[in-house]
């Protein structure tokens, strides 16, 4: 079992950033697999950034060039960089750890941007 916890989100203006932070427990950390997916009223959750165990990453294209994923494995932490924030990327943001047992999921946290 792997518990998450995200902090990070908010309200901000279009153009500006954000930083986002998943602090994950209850698993050997550097073996999963991590990623964040995002979910707009109405619509689906969609993974938007992923980071293996190994440091490989992958983005949605929708993203790419303005988010970035790492991984601190001293502090069992993703990060989310998100710069040029759009009014479209508004969502909950989930984190999300993968591993042999599973797939686990944080609450989420909350971007809106505004116009």
């Known amino acids: 079992q792997v518990q998450l916890v995200e902090s990070g989100g908010g309200l901000v203006q279009a153009g500006e950033s954000l930083r986002l932070s998943c602090a994950a427990s209850?698993?050997?950390?550097?073996?999963?697999?991590m990623g964040w997916a995002r979910q707009a009223p109405g619509k689906q959750r969609e993974l938007v950034a992923y980071?293996?165990?190994?440091?490989?990453?992958s983005y949605a294209d929708s993203v790419k060039g303005r988010f970035t994923i790492s991984r601190d494995n001293a502090k069992n932490t993703i990060y989310l960089q998100m710069n040029s924030l759009k009014p479209e990327d508004t969502a909950v943001y989930y984190c999300?750890?993968?591993?042999?047992?599973?797939?686990?999921w944080g609450q989420g946290t909350q971007v809106t941007v505004s116009s």
């Open positions: 980071i293996t165990s190994g440091g490989s990453t």
């Open positions: 999300n750890a993968r591993n042999y047992d599973g797939s686990f």
């Open positions: 209850g698993s050997i950390f550097s073996s999963n697999d």
